[in-house]
């Protein structure tokens, strides 16, 4: 069973940028497409960015052109590099296969608040 451990997150400003990571402890190579996901209190958990295994990538409305996923296979490691960021960012930040697989990781807060 793969596990999931995200990193990165913080207390941001408005305008400014973060750099998440995700640790699999498996090969993301051998599990394929993953994502990058969040949620906020009292809502659904929503997919914000994907990534094919060789590298071609989604993303939705909301941060497109904002943020950049990428992964390295060899480090089993997906970032996701955070620009211009606004106060609706805000949210426990998680990554997983997309579609999701197994147990959810506990997440990494991001805050962006004045």
């Known amino acids: 069973q793969v596990q999931f451990v995200e990193s990165g997150g913080g207390l941001v400003q408005p305008g400014g940028s973060l750099r998440l990571s995700c640790a699999a402890s498996?090969?993301?190579?051998?599990?394929?497409?993953m994502g990058w996901y969040r949620q906020v209190p009292g809502k659904e958990r929503e997919l914000v960015a994907r990534i094919s295994r060789l590298g071609s990538t989604n993303y939705g409305d909301s941060v497109n052109g904002r943020f950049t996923i990428s992964r390295y296979n060899a480090n089993n490691t997906v970032y996701l590099q955070m620009n211009s960021l606004k106060p609706e960012d805000t949210a426990v930040y998680y990554c997983n296969r997309d579609p999701p697989m197994g147990y959810w990781g506990q997440g990494t807060q991001v805050t962006v608040s004045s």
């Open positions: 498996g090969s993301i190579f051998s599990i394929g497409v």
